[in-house]
Each structure stands twice: as structure tokens, then as C-alpha cells.
């Protein structure tokens, strides 16, 4: 109906779109499907099929609120090169550093310590350098508290997830009739 799919997304010049937040109605039922489509439509632009599971996520610090208090704010800039937004947050030692567009300052890290998990601020999408791949912040529980965390000091609010809705999808259907050549 509406999406629209035929976008160029050559230009990074997006700025500040998603700041339609009407305060004044906090139902807590009621955003979620409008939420959702933003969610969809960033997803959408970039994605290339994150993996559902990663085997350094081991080394991800325990999740408690001491370690959840230490995610900085999202614009927080490069602590190397100060370049001041979209950044990426260690998620093992919460260390800010710039893309690898920037200065590979995040990159670096991950040369020089392994520290190899990754939240992006610009989308909150997390990489795995050691796995060169996006990780399924949706299906990873381990990833989720310190998603919501960058979550919710971006945009103010919890992120809407939708495993249930995947679920649902893909049980329920389990004919196993005949041969269906
Ligand atoms: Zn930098
Ligand atoms: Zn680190
Ligand atoms: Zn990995």
C-alpha cells in the first residue's frame, strides 16, 4: 500500500526525521504499530541478513544495570578522533569510536584488543568483526538490554520487538500429507 520501495538511499544526508514524538499520549498499546513501520523502513535500507547467533557473544560483559549505565548517549562523539555522531559502541568495554567511513576507528579496536562486537548509533544495528556480519538484535537475547538501552536514549522509548509475530508466522503449519514433488 505504502511502502515505498524505489528510494534512491544515495545520499547520507538524512537528518533528524524521526523526530515526529508527540509528547502527550503514552497509551503504551497504541505506538507500536506506528513504530514498527519506522523500524521496518530503517531495517529495510540496508539489510543483508543478519545472523541469528554469533559465537563471541561470550564476551559480552554479564547484563546488569552496572554495566547498562556505562552505554553513553548516541551522539556521543569518537573518543579517538572526536568525529561527533554515528559512531559505534564497544559492546564489551562501551568504548565510542568512529566508522570505518571515518577514521576505522572502530575497526582499529577490534585489530588491536578483539573486541569484536559492535552497536551502531546511527541505526543501533550490531556488527561482529570477527564474524563479518550483522547480528539479529531481535532473536539474540543476549544483544537485547543494551539494544534497548541505545533504544531508548535515541528515541526516547523502548524498542517495539516482533519475534512473537515471526513465531507465530512460521509455526502452524506443519503438513506433512504427501509427497509434494
Ligand atoms: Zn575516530
Ligand atoms: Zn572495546
Ligand atoms: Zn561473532
Same mark, same amino acid.
Given at each position: 500500500?505504502?511502502?515505498?520501495? +524505489?528510494?534512491?538511499?544515495?545520499? *547520507? %544526508?538524512?537528518? +533528524? ?5 508527540? /509528547?502527550?499520549?503514552?497509551? +503504551?498499546?497504541?505506538? =507500536?504499530?506506528? =513504530? ?14 543478519a545472523r541469528t547467533s554469533c559465537p563471541h557473544l561470550g564476551s559480552l560483559p554479564p547484563a546488569g544495570a552496572a554495566d547498562l549505565e556505562r552505554v553513553p548517549p548516541p551522539d556521543s562523539p569518537c573518543s579517538r578522533c572526536h568525529h561527533p555522531a554515528e559512531n559505534w559502541l564497544?559492546? #564489551? ?7 570505518? &567511513? #571515518? ?13 569484536? @562486537?559492535? @552497536?551502531?548509533? %546511527?541505526? !543501533? ?14 532473536? #539474540? !537475547?543476549? @544483544?537485547?538490554?543494551?539494544?534497548? =538501552?541505545?533504544?531508548? !536514549?535515541? &528515541? ?6 516482533? /519475534? ?7 509455526? +502452524?503449519?506443519?503438513? /506433512? %500429507?504427501? *509427497?509434494?514433488?
Open positions: 500500500m505504502s511502502t515505498a520501495g +524505489g528510494e534512491d538511499s544515495s545520499s *547520507s %544526508s538524512r537528518k +533528524g526525521k524521526e523526530k515526529q514524538g508527540e /509528547s502527550g499520549r503514552e497509551e +503504551g498499546a497504541e505506538w =507500536v504499530g506506528e =513504530v514498527d513501520l519506522g523500524d521496518l523502513c530503517g531495517a529495510a535500507a540496508g539489510w543483508v541478513e564497544c559492546l #564489551i568495554c562501551k568504548d565510542v569510536l568512529c566508522s570505518r &567511513f #571515518i577514521n576505522k576507528h572502530m575497526l582499529r579496536h577490534y585489530q588491536e584488543t578483539g573486541h569484536c @562486537l559492535a @552497536l551502531s548509533f %546511527s541505526d !543501533l544495528s550490531v556488527w561482529c568483526f570477527a564474524c563479518d556480519s550483522y547480528l539479529d538484535v531481535q532473536a #539474540i !537475547l543476549e @544483544l537485547r538490554p543494551v539494544y534497548e =538501552v541505545a533504544h531508548l !536514549l535515541k &528515541f526516547g522509548e523502548r524498542p517495539p520487538f516482533r /519475534s512473537l509475530e515471526v513465531l507465530d508466522l512460521s509455526t +502452524g503449519e506443519n503438513r /506433512s %500429507s504427501s *509427497s509434494g514433488s
